[in-house]
Nanobody, 123 residues
Framework: QLQLVESGGGLVQPGGSLRLSCTGS????????IGWFRQAPGKEREGISC????????YYADSVKDRFTISRDDAKNTVYLQMNSLKPEDTAVYYC????????????????WGQGTLVTVSS
């Protein structure tokens, strides 16, 4: 059973940057898609980015497009989420997840989840 571990969260001022990491206990390249999701208190889980297939196609939610970048390093078995120009509304617990079949931002289609890392954007 794949285990995913997120890291890199923390407190950052508005306009700042963070890089989240998602490291797998087995080869992430064996999964069709790796996605990043977030959930703020009282809100539904939101898909924000995923990297899909052997050609590493990437997809972003409108709320993070042009600010966040997803990438992968297969040698390190890690997927990254570079987050720039952070806003207070980006505050949430961020999760990564893996899917063997689907490559989109619908969180219910992902099979394996990490425990999450908290990102707080505040002055």
């Amino acid at each position: 059973q794949l285990q995913l571990v997120e890291s890199g969260g923390g407190l950052v001022q508005p306009g700042g940057s963070l890089r989240l990491s998602c490291t797998g206990s087995e080869l992430l390249s064996g999964y069709y898609a790796i996605g990043w999701f977030r959930q703020a208190p009282g809100k539904e889980r939101e898909g924000i980015s995923c990297i899909v297939g052997s050609d590493d196609s990437t997809y972003y939610a409108d709320s993070v497009k042009d600010r966040f970048t997803i990438s992968r390093d297969d040698a390190k078995n890690t997927v990254y989420l570079q987050m720039n120009s952070l806003k207070p509304e980006d505050t949430a617990v961020y999760y990564c997840a893996a899917s063997r079949e689907w490559g989109d931002l619908m969180w219910r289609r992902y099979d394996c989840w990490g425990q999450g890392t908290l990102v707080t954007v505040s002055s």
